[in-house]
T-cell receptor, first 112, second 114 residues
Framework: DAKTTQPPSMDCAEGRAANLPCNHS???????VYWYRQIHSQGPQYIIH?????ETNEMASLIITEDRKSSTLILPHATLRDTAVYYC?????????????WGAGTKLIIKP | DGGITQSPKYLFRKEGQNVTLSCEQN?????MYWYRQDPGQGLRLIYY???????QKGDIAEGYSVSREKKESFPLTVTSAQKNPTAFYLC?????????????FGDGTRLSIL
């Protein structure tokens, strides 16, 4: 099973880019990397996912290294509402079905 | 608006009592999931269902039961056999369990013991 490693917490100034790293050194070739975030006492919110190419959507950008052993989620202009726990997740194949493997995530605090 | 509705938001259980958490989705998704989250930790999979009348155990199924009689509904029962039920319970759905489509989550039910 692929696992992910994330720093437990990070700070970022409001208006600056927040760069959240994730290590997934044991990821296999056909596994996607997903990013979710969870604001306190709410359900996780999907942000972005990718396989090997960099991805961008209206919320964030995902940069995946060429060897796919790590990735970085970029929030280009962080706001106070971006304060949340951010989860970097890979999947595992269980009984012919893909399941998400959740770690403890990174608590991102955006400071005014 | 399409989405996932979990109810109630807060639930209290007495010792020895079974309680049922509701999860309804109007996304027309085939797959549905139940997760448990303890403070400061990530989510752990309890049960999942790929299709109506079918479900499989996840990593921590002991003390829980589910049913999937309708595509849009996937209720979770926390039985008296679950000795540490206090947690945040999250329901999710996805188009199916294969492919790369992300799971979408409800806003959770917080269960506490009286």
């Amino acid at each position: 099973d692929a696992k992910t490693t994330q720093p437990p917490s990070m700070d970022c100034a409001e208006g600056r880019a927040a760069n959240l790293p994730c290590n997934h050194s044991t990821i296999s070739g056909n596994e996607y990397v997903y990013w979710y975030r969870q604001i306190h006492s709410q359900g996780p919110q999907y942000i972005i996912h990718g396989l090997k190419n960099n991805e961008t959507n209206e919320m964030a950008s995902l940069i995946i290294t060429e060897d796919r052993k790590s990735s970085t989620l970029i929030l280009p202009h962080a706001t106070l509402r971006d304060t949340a726990v951010y989860y970097c997740i890979v999947r595992r194949l269980m009984d012919s079905n893909y399941q998400l493997i959740w770690g403890a995530g990174t608590k991102l605090i955006i400071k005014p | 608006d399409g989405g996932i509705t979990q109810s109630p938001k807060y639930l209290f259980r007495k010792e020895g009592q079974n309680v049922t958490l509701s999860c309804e989705q109007n996304l027309n998704h085939d797959a549905m999931y139940w997760y448990r989250q303890d403070p400061g930790q990530g989510l752990r999979l309890i049960y999942y269902s790929q299709i109506v009348n079918d479900f499989q155990k996840g990593d921590i199924a002991e003390g829980y039961s589910v049913s999937r009689e309708k595509k849009e509904s996937f209720p979770l029962t926390v039985t008296s056999a679950q000795k540490n039920p206090t947690a945040f319970y999250l329901c999710a759905s996805s188009p199916w369990t294969g492919g790369d489509q992300p799971q979408h989550f409800g806003d959770g039910t917080r269960l506490s013991i009286l």
